[in-house]
Every structure is written in structure tokens, then in C-alpha cells.
């Protein structure tokens, strides 16, 4: 079993809909979860972090935690082209700030 | 602010060479961690320093080594370097929880 899972996609949503992203991870002690955007041939660039559970608001962003079940998601509201990239999802595993990624989900904003 | 920097921005080696990354993080940031990104995967950890001490280690082989300097900068060594060991090289840098990547290096191993 993979520790952080996501799917690969493409997610394709029209402009101005809501993208929603979502990850499981198995480590159950893990406290400290983030959300990074990569642009094709770019780094990961940090767009949000959670430590607790319920929501998180950032502008169009939102992040979700729910750490009973595992489950972490990002929905972006009023998805725009420039929102197309791959997402990943990272989660800080073992005793010092190790990031454990999913293998990212794709999205496509198509206008 | 500067962000996180890392040279050189690409590198072509042959097999069974040695290559060294280099890494200045953001200012005032005294941990750094270096991730390897292969094509379709997300970044995998190496290592992580702290005040020039060694916090962790990834699964990676002893052919890849690292360190921190008192300025908090850091190098990432390869030795007898692999086909495989083609990827984008990550360094981020932080000062508690959130990690800041910097550009990468993209070396290419034939």
C-alpha cells in the first residue's frame, strides 16, 4: 500500500467550476499536511497547509482534513486555465519534517 | 525576499561519474531537505539537515551522500552515477512545518 494515494487524473473541469482534488495517506500519526502545485517543468510550489481537521480558506482554495479517515482534499473554486497543473498532495511522516508525496493528480481547466 | 536557489539549473554526466548540487536556502531557514522528482512521481526524500546535522535519510544508496554548511547552504554528492539516477533534483528549505522548493536541478545521466 502506498502511503499518500491520489489519482493520476486528468481531472478536466470547465473555467470557472470547482476542482476537487482528494488523497488518502495511511500513516495515522501524521499531523502536518500541504498541498503543492507543480507546473509542467516547474518545482512544487506550497499553496496550502492543514494541522487540523475541518476547513481551511485561502482565497479560491480550500483545504479539507479529515484524520479519522485518512483523507485529505483541496477544492478550487472558480477554476480558472492558469489552474491547470499537476497537484500534489504531501504529508509529514516519521520523527522530523520528512514530506512523503502522492504521485500528484493532473487538472485541466478547459475554458 | 530570495527564495530558495539551487545550482546548476541542468547537467548531462556520463555513467559511473560523480556529481555535486548545490543549495542556499531562504534567509533564516536552518533546515534544508533534498527530494529526488522522476518524470510522472512525486518528489522522494533523500535527506534532511539541520544545523549542519543529519536529521534523516531516505531510501537511497550510499552512493549518495550530503552535508550543510555553517551558512546553512548544502551540497547533494552522487558517485558512480546511474541511468536511473536521472531526475529533478529538489532542495527546500525550511523553518518548522511548511518546506519551500527551490528551482531544481535536472541532471541527465547517459
Known amino acids: 500500500q502506498k502511503e499518500v494515494e491520489q489519482n493520476s487524473g486528468p481531472l478536466s473541469v470547465p473555467e470557472g467550476a470547482i476542482a476537487s482534488l482528494n488523497c488518502t495517506y495511511s500513516d495515522r500519526g501524521s499531523q502536518s499536511f500541504f498541498w503543492y ?11 496550502m497547509s492543514i494541522y487540523s481537521n475541518g476547513d481551511k480558506e485561502d482565497g ?6 479529515n484524520k479519522a479517515s485518512q483523507y485529505v482534499s483541496l477544492l478550487i473554486r472558480d477554476s480558472q486555465p492558469s489552474d491547470s497543473a ?17 504521485a500528484g493528480t493532473r ?3 478547459h475554458p | 525576499d530570495a527564495g530558495v536557489t539551487q545550482s546548476p539549473t541542468h547537467l548531462i554526466k556520463t555513467r559511473g561519474q560523480h556529481v555535486t548540487l548545490r543549495c542556499s536556502p531562504i534567509s533564516g531557514h536552518k533546515s534544508v531537505s533534498w527530494y529526488q ?26 552512493r549518495f551522500s550530503a552535508r550543510q554548511f555553517p551558512n546553512y547552504s548544502s551540497e547533494l554528492n552522487v558517485n558512480a552515477l546511474l541511468l536511473g539516477d536521472s531526475a529533478l533534483y529538489l532542495c527546500a528549505s525550511s523553518y518548522r512545518d511548511e518546506q519551500f522548493f527551490g528551482p531544481g536541478t535536472r541532471l541527465t545521466v547517459l
Do not use: H, M
Open chain 1, 107 to 109: 487538472l485541466a481547466v
Open chain 2, 37 to 62: 522528482q522522476v518524470l510522472g512521481q512525486g518528489p522522494q526524500f533523500i535527506f534532511q539537515y539541520y544545523e549542519k546535522e543529519e536529521r534523516g535519510r531516505g531510501n537511497f544508496p550510499d
Open chain 1, 60 to 65: 479560491r482554495f480550500t483545504a479539507q482534513l
Open chain 1, 86 to 102: 499537476t497537484y500534489l498532495c504531501a504529508v509529514v511522516s516519521g520523527g522530523y519534517n520528512k514530506l512523503i508525496f502522492g
Open chain 1, 37 to 47: 502545485r507543480q507546473y509542467s517543468g516547474k518545482s512544487p510550489e506550497l499553496i
